[in-house]
């Protein structure tokens, strides 16, 4: 399946919806769609991940490289919707240190505006869900 990514706004953040495999020979989509919107002024993007089955550890580089390249320009890049073996990918490369995720889109693009209130993604509590169900 090839990887697919819709483009839209809200408040002046871009939202990049994707869906498919963020994986080699796919993942220089995003780089490409990032960069794109970079250049077209938006520096504050939301990568909406309900759709996306899988992440390989091309795709993970290619998001970092979009994370430090919006970042140098005074941007940030937000995750939204994981799965769970997206979120377990992220604890085990300790990304989850690096990059903020949510579980809604507004709240994403809320965490962009100081004075509003945000509801991040509890890892832990994510974590502690887990064990109990084992």
Do not use: W
Request: negative net charge.
């Amino acid at each position: 399946m090839s990887l697919e990514i819709r483009e839209s706004a809200r408040e002046g953040v871009t939202v990049l919806t994707m869906k498919g495999r963020l994986a080699v020979g796919e993942s220089n989509a995003l780089r490409q769609k990032v960069n794109e919107v970079s250049e077209a002024g938006s520096h504050n993007v939301v990568l909406d991940l309900s759709h996306l089955d899988y992440i390989d550890s091309t795709g993970l580089g290619i998001m970092v490289i979009c994370y430090t390249g919006l970042k140098r320009l005074g941007g940030a890049m937000k995750l939204v919707n994981l799965n769970k073996r997206n979120v377990e990918l992220l604890l085990l490369t300790k990304l989850h240190t690096v990059f903020e995720v949510f579980t809604d889109v507004q709240d994403a693009v809320n965490s962009f505006f100081p004075d509003r209130e945000i509801k991040r993604f509890d890892i832990l509590s994510f974590v502690q869900q887990q064990e109990d169900e084992v």
